[in-house]
């Protein structure tokens, strides 16, 4: 397989959006439990299931053949599979052939180990979720983790030469409070801050509808608090940023609830098991596993207009106590965040 910079035939969707980023999960499983994201008691997935490094790998040239110039590795904790590295190596020498960027999202905790042969393999930004500086509360939001470990990883992958942007998930009542320091922590030490609202994605830990904080609401708070700016900054995300006079830094923010971005997607979500979800709140999915697996090459080409020619329009996700159940009965670390 050969990479191409003008693909031939482009990834477009029935609503003329160019698909360019693929998101990866490269395994469920995750050494933290999350209350937003995942139950105590998580069920995962047998290993058989999972794509082998050699199926993703194919997936994702076929991805990069068709014009995907950006891939970001995610989960569940995508440090936690086994000989992960291994996959980074060999999508990293993509870089420059088609692919324009390889990054990942991660909870840090193994950064410390891995931070340097990220850097090595072409990796140059990370995203590094984190809600909390206090431990006590990072114990009780993680369920498992340990804070320490998680600064000395960003303080291991800002050595290693990555630029890193923090990601926060703002829940009322949990961590809402913390919002500033946290703005002044991360661009005090050159990083980005995103702010997150937390998205109705499978039965969890926590009440939604408390924790539930319109990122509209807080935006106009901190616009009367500090000088915000609106970037033009595009990376392929969903984001919104505005530079903050105040700290120097960029404030993003990630309103899937009360914004919907859908109209500029270009992005796609390949989970562990080879099921590409063209929505992360929709069903709408096709079986690229079973493609390869069946037909090979040719037949994963297929699927893949299949899924263009299937892609949603938009989510529309609901926060409401009329409808307690969550939106989505999957869980984000299964679609990939
Ligand atoms: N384990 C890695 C991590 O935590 O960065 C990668 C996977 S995690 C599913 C990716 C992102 O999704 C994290 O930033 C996490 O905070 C976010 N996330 C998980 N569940 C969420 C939910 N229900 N609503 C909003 N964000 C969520
Ligand atoms: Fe694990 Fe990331 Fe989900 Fe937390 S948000 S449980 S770190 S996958």
Same mark, same amino acid.
């Given at each position: 397989?050969?990479?191409?910079?003008?693909?031939?035939?482009?990834?477009?969707?029935?609503?003329?959006?160019? @698909?360019?980023? !693929?998101?990866?999960?490269?395994?469920?499983?995750?050494?933290?439990?999350?209350?937003?994201?995942?139950?105590?008691?998580?069920?995962?997935?047998?290993?058989?299931?999972?794509?082998?490094?050699?199926?993703?790998?194919? @997936?994702?040239?076929?991805?990069?053949?068709?014009?995907?110039?950006?891939?970001?590795?995610?989960?569940?904790?995508?440090? #936690?599979?086994?000989?992960?590295?291994?996959? #980074?190596?060999?999508?990293?020498? =993509?870089? &420059?052939?088609?692919?324009?960027?390889?990054?990942?999202?991660?909870?840090?905790?193994?950064?410390?180990?891995?931070? +340097?042969?990220?850097?090595?393999?072409?990796? =140059?930004?990370?995203?590094?979720?984190?809600?909390?500086?206090?431990? +006590? =509360?990072?114990?009780?939001?993680? %369920?498992?983790? %340990? !804070?320490?470990?998680?600064?000395?990883? @960003?303080?291991?992958? +800002? /050595?290693?030469? !990555?630029?890193?942007?923090?990601?926060?998930?703002?829940? *009322?009542? #949990?961590? /809402?409070?913390?919002?500033?320091?946290?703005?002044?922590?991360?661009?005090?030490?050159?990083?980005?801050?995103?702010?997150?609202?937390?998205?109705?994605?499978?039965?969890?830990?926590?009440?939604?509808?408390?924790?539930?904080?319109?990122? %509209?609401?807080?935006?106009?708070?901190?616009?009367?608090?500090?000088?915000?700016?609106?970037?033009?900054?595009?990376?392929?995300?969903?984001?919104?940023?505005?530079?903050?006079?105040?700290?120097?830094?960029?404030?993003?923010?990630?309103?899937?609830?009360?914004?919907?971005?859908?109209?500029?997607?270009?992005?796609?979500?390949?989970?562990?098991?080879?099921?590409?979800?063209?929505?992360?709140?929709?069903?709408?999915?096709?079986?690229? *596993?079973?493609?390869? *697996?069946?037909?090979?090459?040719?037949? !994963?080409?297929?699927?893949?207009?299949?899924?263009?020619?299937?892609?949603?329009? &938009?989510?529309?996700?609901? @926060?409401?106590?009329?409808?307690?159940?969550?939106?989505?009965?999957?869980?984000?670390?299964?679609?990939?965040?």
């Amino acid at each position: 397989m050969t990479a191409i910079a003008s693909p031939a035939r482009p990834l477009i969707d029935r609503f003329g959006r160019h @698909i360019s980023y !693929l998101r990866i999960s490269v395994t469920d499983r995750c050494d933290f439990r999350c209350v937003y994201c995942m139950a105590e008691d998580m069920t995962f997935l047998p290993k058989k299931d999972v794509l082998s490094f050699e199926e993703i790998e194919a @997936i994702a040239g076929a991805f990069i053949a068709r014009g995907t110039t950006k891939i970001r590795l995610t989960g569940g904790e995508p440090l #936690v599979r086994r000989d992960i590295m291994d996959l #980074v190596r060999t999508l990293g020498q =993509r870089i &420059g052939h088609g692919l324009d960027e390889l990054t990942l999202t991660t909870n840090g905790s193994q950064l410390r180990k891995h931070a +340097q042969g990220l850097f090595d393999a072409g990796v =140059r930004r990370l995203n590094v979720s984190l809600d909390t500086l206090d431990e +006590q =509360r990072f114990r009780d939001i993680t %369920r498992r983790g %340990r !804070l320490a470990e998680v600064l000395d990883g @960003i303080d291991a992958a +800002q /050595d290693a030469g !990555l630029a890193i942007k923090i990601n926060m998930v703002a829940m *009322r009542g #949990v961590n /809402d409070d913390e919002i500033e320091p946290m703005m002044a922590w991360a661009h005090g030490r050159g990083m980005g801050l995103t702010l997150i609202e937390g998205m109705p994605l499978g039965e969890v830990g926590i009440d939604r509808v408390d924790c539930y904080l319109p990122l %509209r609401e807080l935006h106009d708070t901190l616009a009367r608090r500090y000088t915000l700016t609106r970037l033009d900054k595009q990376t392929g995300g969903p984001a919104r940023y505005s530079h903050v006079a105040e700290t120097g830094g960029v404030l993003g923010f990630i309103t899937p609830m009360s914004h919907n971005f859908c109209e500029s997607c270009n992005r796609v979500r390949l989970t562990a098991t080879g099921q590409l979800f063209l929505c992360l709140g929709q069903e709408d999915q096709v079986n690229l *596993r079973d493609a390869l *697996r069946d037909g090979g090459l040719p037949a !994963l080409d297929a699927a893949m207009d299949h899924a263009m020619a299937i892609k949603p329009k &938009g989510h529309d996700f609901v @926060i409401d106590r009329s409808r307690p159940a969550p939106a989505l009965g999957r869980h984000m670390s299964v679609t990939g965040g």
